[in-house]
C-alpha cells in the first residue's frame, strides 16, 4: 500500500519556539493532504486541508497563523506551530490519499506515523 | 453536522467475538471507515462500507445499515495484539472523514 513518512517523530522544544513537521507521500503524488490533531483519549481533529500550489483550507477554530502549512510540492507538505505553547502538546498526523480523493472519488487515506510535540 | 457515537471501552477475552457498535447521524453520507489504532501510533485502515450489509476480511467484519444510522465492527478469534482503539470514521458530503472518539478495546487472556 501507499506509504507516508513524518519527520521528526518527537519534538521537544521551550514554549514560544516554532517546530516545524513534515510529511510525505514516498510512493504517490498527492495534491492533498490533512493534517489532524489528536489529544490523549480523544478523536483525530482535522486542523485543516492542505492544497499543493494553493492555500490550505482549515477547519473552524483552528488558528492559521498559528499553525502555518505549505504543500509546495506533490509529495511534501509541512506545518509549522508558531510560538509554540504547552497547549499545543500533542499528537500530530498527517494523511495523504491518492489522486481522486479529493476529486469525489472515495479512497482510503494512508495516515502518516504521527509527530509527538512536548512544549516545555 | 455530523454525530458519531460509540463505546469508550470494552473489554473481551483472547480467543472470543466482539462487537464494536458505532451510530451516527450525519446530513450527507459517502461512506463509513473502521480504524484500529495502536497507542502512540497512527491509524492503519480497516474496512470502508458504502452500501448495506456485512462485509468480511478475515477476522475482522464490518456492517452498515445506513437507514438506521448504524455500523459496527465485529473481531473474531481475538488476540492481545488485538488490544487497540477502533475509530469508526464517518465520510460525509465533503468525502473527508470526520472521527469519533474511538472504542478502547482490551483483551485479555
Known amino acids: 500500500g501507499a506509504v507516508v513518512s513524518q519527520h521528526p517523530s518527537w519534538v521537544i522544544c521551550k514554549s514560544g519556539t516554532s517546530v516545524k513537521i513534515e510529511c510525505r507521500s514516498l510512493?504517490?503524488?498527492?495534491?492533498?493532504m490533512f493534517w489532524y490533531r489528536q489529544f490523549p483519549k480523544q478523536s483525530l481533529m482535522l486542523m485543516a486541508t492542505s492544497n499543493e500550489g494553493s492555500k490550505a483550507t482549515y477547519e473552524q477554530g483552528v488558528e492559521k497563523d498559528k499553525f502555518l502549512i505549505n504543500h509546495a510540492s506533490l509529495t511534501l507538505s509541512t506545518l509549522t506551530v508558531t510560538s509554540a505553547h504547552p497547549e499545543d502538546s500533542s499528537f500530530y498526523i498527517c494523511?495523504?490519499?491518492?489522486?481522486?480523493?479529493?476529486?469525489?472519488?472515495?479512497?482510503?487515506?494512508?495516515f502518516g506515523p504521527g509527530t509527538r510535540l512536548l512544549v516545555l | 453536522g455530523q454525530n458519531i457515537d460509540q463505546p469508550t471501552e470494552m473489554t473481551a477475552t483472547e480467543g472470543a467475538i466482539v462487537q464494536i457498535n458505532c451510530t451516527y447521524q450525519t446530513s450527507g453520507f459517502n461512506g463509513l471507515f473502521w480504524y484500529q489504532q495502536h497507542a502512540g501510533e497512527a491509524p492503519t485502515f480497516l474496512s470502508y462500507?458504502?452500501?448495506?450489509g456485512l462485509e468480511e476480511k478475515g477476522r475482522f467484519s464490518s456492517f452498515l445499515s445506513r437507514s438506521k444510522g448504524y455500523s459496527y465492527l465485529l473481531l473474531k478469534e481475538l488476540q492481545m495484539k488485538d488490544s487497540a482503539s477502533y475509530l469508526c470514521?464517518?465520510?460525509?458530503?465533503?468525502?473527508?472523514?470526520?472521527f469519533g472518539r474511538g472504542t478502547s478495546l482490551i483483551v485479555h487472556p
Open positions: 494523511s495523504a490519499g491518492p489522486p481522486g480523493l479529493a476529486g469525489g472519488h472515495q479512497e482510503t487515506q494512508y
Open positions: 510512493d504517490f503524488q498527492a495534491t492533498t
Open positions: 462500507n458504502v452500501l448495506d
Open positions: 470514521a464517518l465520510s460525509g458530503g465533503s468525502y473527508i472523514p470526520t
